[in-house]
């Protein structure tokens, strides 16, 4: 584990972070997500559910774990976890091996 910007990490690192199923993004990282790639119409567009991941193929690919209905909601461990899960098969079928990601679940 490496600590610092997650938007420095190399190139070759996919960024990482939670989100929710209505893409609002208003706060904190996805806030920066948001402002940076301008993208949530297309994250919209996948028609994502709770515990699944979202994703985009920019400069940087980002990969969206949806882990709640409502920005203004918490997530539960149950749905946290099964993101998670659908992260690292996502990982696995496309050769992922790095992600650059907060943390989650505090």
Same mark, same amino acid.
């Given at each position: 584990?490496?600590?610092?910007? @997650? ?7 996919? &960024? /990482? ?8 993004? %208003?706060?904190? $990282? ?25 994703? @985009? ?7 969206? &774990? /949806? ?8 997530? %539960?461990?149950? $749905? ?27």
């Amino acid at each position: 584990m490496t600590e610092g910007n @997650l938007f420095e990490a190399p190139a070759e690192f996919s &960024l /990482v972070h939670c989100v929710s199923t209505d893409f609002i993004m %208003s706060e904190g $990282i996805a806030l920066e997500f948001r402002k940076r790639y301008r993208s949530t119409d297309v994250l919209k567009g996948q028609g994502k559910q709770l515990g699944e991941v979202a994703t @985009l193929h920019l400069p940087d690919e980002n990969i969206h &774990l /949806v882990t709640k209905s409502k920005f203004y909601h918490k997530p %539960s461990y149950q $749905i946290l976890w099964q993101s998670l899960w659908y992260l690292k098969e996502y990982c696995v079928n496309h050769h992922d091996q790095f992600l650059a990601m907060p943390k989650i679940g505090c």
